[in-house]
């Protein structure tokens, strides 16, 4: 196979984007498109040649594909990608995986089974300052601590627009699902695996179900410590602060860490380790000294995560987020839920 015979399920949002990038892509053929909205599915498929479905079960017995894209509402995840794995079909969902790990684990399981790929679209993974973040982390030594703040605010109407986000059933979640799966993806992908949570989950300031803001306590595996605040209710303030023994690296304004453009940030690498400075302090303080140098993130590439899914099913490479690691970041987000709802 040299050419990918792909379709896009749900044509809004990220959907449109994944159209722009298959019609464009020279390994793929985009054959089929399908949304909800009939008006929507014609358009699409009048723009990029393609054949137009109102029901993706159709499209599914219907076209022969490699692959399919699903941008659908979170609670579609699931059901969608075991249909499309049951077909054969190698599968790309958005973020997050799905509503509740149970249901990662049988898509993770259909996919090894047939031998497919899944992956998902936690896209922040190649952003340049997260991939030369991810980069110079060896440089701080073992990993003391972290804080790690995304604070914005979502208006009413943005629920409104859009009534599935402002529900468990639908969502599994609020600023934890709707905006900070991406950030949670990044800690999980930076920091390995989570091994305890101790979480508090509120509504602020929304006539909805799920939560708005959400404060997260997290020890992962390697023995390092993480303070998580996100919120919806809240003027921006996105900050990140990464303690090692040799040193520490800081982001003060990172939204534009999630955005494709050069940026910089703060290394502060100490003389020597702080154990070390802690034992050869002769008076009552001994202060680590950081030697700070802005770091440009302009080098730093990475193909877009459906460069890295058409490579994957063409070439047997891994994607960039598969579906094993973003089933470890649901889990996070369901532990700190389930956290929170206990407290």
């Known amino acids: 196979m040299t050419t990918l015979r792909t379709a896009v399920v749900g044509l809004k949002g990220m959907g449109r984007c994944h159209l722009q990038d298959l019609s464009a892509h020279p390994r793929a053929q985009l054959t089929a498109v399908c949304d909800l909205d009939a008006d929507s599915a014609n358009a699409a498929a009048q ?50 995986i799905a509503n509740r790990v149970s249901e990662a684990d049988q898509m993770l399981a259909l996919a090894e089974s047939q031998d497919l790929v899944l992956a998902v679209g936690h896209n922040y993974r190649t952003f340049p300052a997260n991939i030369k973040l991810k980069q110079l982390l060896p440089q701080l030594g073992p990993i003391h601590r972290i804080l790690w703040q995304w604070l914005e605010n979502r208006p009413e109407s943005y629920y409104q627009r859009d009534i599935w986000r402002s529900t468990w059933r639908h969502a599994g979640g609020g600023v934890l699902m709707n905006q900070t799966s991406h950030d949670l993806d990044l800690i999980c992908w930076l920091f390995g695996p989570p091994a305890e949570v101790s979480a508090m989950i509120l ?80 008076g009552a303080t001994g202060q680590p000294q950081p030697d700070w140098q802005d770091i440009d993130c302009s080098d730093a590439q990475s193909p877009g995560l459906l460069d890295s899914f058409v490579a994957a099913c063409l070439d047997g490479s891994a994607p960039i987020t598969d579906g094993q690691s973003a089933r470890t970041t649901l889990e996070l987000i369901n532990a700190i839920i389930l956290s929170g709802v206990r407290k």
């Open 47 to 96: 723009t990029h040649a393609a054949k137009a479905y109102t029901d993706y079960r159709d499209l599914l017995a219907k076209e022969p594909l490699d692959a399919i894209v699903f941008a659908t509402p979170h609670h579609l995840h699931a059901p969608m990608a075991l249909d499309a794995l049951s077909a054969g079909v190698h599968t790309f969902v958005e973020k997050p």
């Open 203 to 282: 509504n602020r300031g929304h006539q909805h179900e799920v939560e708005d803001t959400a404060i997260a306590n997290i020890r992962f595996a390697s023995g390092a410590l993480a303070n998580v605040q996100l919120s919806t209710v809240s003027h921006r303030l996105n900050y990140r602060q990464i303690a090692g023994s040799n040193g520490t690296i800081l982001l003060e304004d990172t939204i534009n860490a999630n955005v494709q453009v050069p940026e910089t940030f703060r290394l502060g690498l100490y003389d020597r380790p702080v154990p070390q400075i802690i034992a050869d302090a002769s």
